[in-house]
């Protein structure tokens, strides 16, 4: 009977959780009522915070802080200037963070419906698919109190819609990546801008590659500078051979970006999905959406990608974090739909790859439009943020 009884009391303690104990994943709801997090945790134990506040169609972007082992954040900061200027509404419309060396924290987003109404209407203009033009940028200041005032990236392209990328490298070099139409060609391409000096000005935006592929306009795109400096790029094509899941990859010192890893999907229509990447000491992961599961894979490595989520169904809206002993988390969202955030689900692996939990209930909800963002703490812990 004890047998039974400590066999139960097992059971209901792992109920949302299988295999050994690992590092301990917890989870925060984004603080002052935002949504679509992203987390990043700097060199010094800082955690940074993005979030999205306002209407679906259009709203505002706040910036926050957590120093090593506190609890309380700094006060929030607005990051846009032009109020409404930013969008939640499918959750890739979303804002995207990079922080330099020196801890200057660089901001991306693509500006809302609401705002492009308001443009094209004083000009006495109905809207069309031209209309969304607007990639805007922008930085913290030097004395970290306030935004500077936010810019238009783009020159010459248009048709914007799942959101770009913004990374810094090692030398405080800003690149920002998105895929548009450009007149004069067919297929929507993907395009980058980068500052040498740290975001004052930008180059004018130059495809990475002219290889017709296509890009899926509703799918996001991700790209990730590593510690090195080797930066890689994610998006999914739009080709007549199906939507696949592209990794391109470019070395240092303004290298070409070359095709580096290819996951194909026959599928014609639009899945709206996003893209994650991660690294430690020794590999870069990269995440993705393939057939409503998820996929990792090391982009150094010739290995095949692994799904992480093959109990789950319906999954989206990856992200990866990596703690300093290379045991690797993934989150995602599953039973999303529109207007419904679904639920997270996560899994942790050490770095041979060896499952160490998975969850296998339904867990914390995010809201609407909104998904999870994971990251590894200082002291080998995770922390999500949905």
Known sequence: MKNWI?????????????????PKVTFEKTPYGGIQPQAMVDSTGTLHLLYYKGLPREGDLFYVARAKGQKNYSAPLKVNNIKGSACCIGAIFRAR???????????????????VKKQ??????????EEFTYLFYTRLADDGKSFKAQINLNRNTYGLDGNGSITVDRNGVVRVFWHANLKGRPDRMAF?????????????????TRSPTGACECCTLEAFTSSVGKTFVAYRTAEKTGR?????????????????????WKVFTCPASTFAFAEDARKIYAAWETKGHIYVKDV???AASINVSSASKNCKYPS???????????????????GKGGYVQYQVANRN??????????????????????????????????
């Open 244 to 264: 696949d899941v592209v990794i391109f990859s470019s070395g240092t010192r303004n290298s070409p970006f070359k095709e580096v890893h290819r996951h194909q």
């Open 6 to 22: 400590g066999f139960f009391a097992a059971y209901y303690l792992c109920a949302n959780v299988l295999f050994a104990a690992g």
């Open 192 to 208: 980058m801008v980068q500052s040498t000096n740290k975001g004052r000005s930008f180059s004018e935006e130059a495809p990475i």
């Open 97 to 115: 963070m990079a922080i330099s060396q020196d801890g200057i924290v660089h901001v991306l987003w693509n500006g809302s419906f609401g705002f």
């Open 120 to 129: 094209w209407e004083k000009k006495g203009k109905q809207r069309t698919p």
């Open 353 to 386: 790859g060896v499952v160490i939990s998975q969850s296998n209930r339904p867990g914390y909800s995010p809201a609407a439009y909104s998904f999870s963002s994971a990251c590894a703490l200082p002291t080998g812990n995770f922390v999500v943020f949905y």
């Open 300 to 302: 150094l490595s010739p």
């Open 320 to 338: 990866i974090a990596i703690n300093s002993k290379g045991d690797r988390l993934t989150t995602w969202s599953t039973d999303t739909g529109w």
